[in-house]
């Protein structure tokens, strides 16, 4: 039986505009892109923490932890005693599970957005592709990019988890920047340079761009 045949969209009674005016800001998607230690993670949580303090919602979509259960791997699903899922919906890290991770995040990061709340995503995506996917199907001026441009050494200099030092000794295979591709965005709304600035310099760069586009009022 083909059950999308019975699967209907429902519109619902409050409105978008209505959960965005109860919140005092609009909602939208900071889609944090860049190499594995390039900062993203940092970045983010250091602007949700500074949107907060102006009682703004916000919310962090973190790749390493959205892999532990929305995203999880066959491994950490049969830790968890779900055999029967894990080779079925486990994602590893081959293009193609790569694609489904960001094409889920990208309906996670929309609800959020739809509910009047700035989404904050922290993920390596290194497919342009992908991105521009999660784009579409928000609004316009919605899905706001933003990359964060560290050179590769200095991430390598990083290395916080000694991933590219595995990478290096051919340990790890398809690591993004080593032996994976990262396909550079073309146009993103937003550059941070994460090698010649702190996180909480960029952070602020961030809140100019949500306030100088009306997405939230003037913090300062």
């Given at each position: 039986?083909?059950t999308?045949t019975?699967v209907y969209w429902?519109?619902?009674?409050v409105?978008?505009?209505?959960r965005e005016?109860l919140?005092g800001?609009?909602g939208?998607?900071?889609w944090?892109?860049?190499l ?5 993670s940092t ?9 907060h303090?102006?009682r703004?919602h916000?919310?962090?979509l973190d790749g390493?932890?959205v892999?532990?259960?929305?995203n ?8 968890h005693?779900?055999?029967e899922?894990?080779q ?10 790569r ?10 990061a929309?609800l959020?957005s739809e509910?009047g709340?700035?989404?904050i995503?922290a993920f390596i995506s ?6 521009d996917r999660?784009?579409k199907?928000l609004?316009?001026g919605e899905?706001?990019e933003v990359?964060?441009?560290t050179?590769?050494?200095?991430c390598e ?11 290096r000794?051919g340990e790890?295979k ?13 146009s ?7 090698g ?11 809140i100019?761009f949500l306030e100088?586009?009306s997405?939230?009022?003037?913090t300062?």
């Amino acid at each position: 039986m083909n059950t999308d045949t019975n699967v209907y969209w429902h519109d619902h009674i409050v409105s978008r505009a209505q959960r965005e005016s109860l919140n005092g800001h609009k909602g939208c998607v900071i889609w944090l892109t860049g190499l594995s230690a390039a900062g993203k993670s940092t970045i983010a949580n250091i602007l949700d923490c500074k949107l907060h303090q102006h009682r703004i919602h916000s919310v962090v979509l973190d790749g390493d932890n959205v892999r532990h259960g929305l995203n999880a791997g066959v491994q950490t699903l049969q830790q968890h005693h779900d055999e029967e899922f894990s080779q079925q919906f486990g994602l590893g890290f081959s293009a193609t599970d790569r694609e489904e991770n960001i094409r889920r995040i990208g309906e996670v990061a929309k609800l959020f957005s739809e509910a009047g709340i700035i989404a904050i995503t922290a993920f390596i995506s290194p497919y342009r592709a992908d991105r521009d996917r999660v784009r579409k199907k928000l609004l316009p001026g919605e899905f706001i990019e933003v990359f964060v441009d560290t050179p590769i050494t200095i991430c390598e200099a990083r290395d916080p988890k000694g991933l590219y030092k595995k990478a290096r000794a051919g340990e790890l295979k398809g690591f993004t920047g080593i032996d994976a591709p990262y396909e550079f965005p073309l146009s993103p709304e937003l550059v941070l340079l994460s090698g010649e600035k702190s996180p909480d310099i960029l952070s602020y760069e961030v809140i100019a761009f949500l306030e100088h586009n009306s997405i939230i009022k003037a913090t300062r």
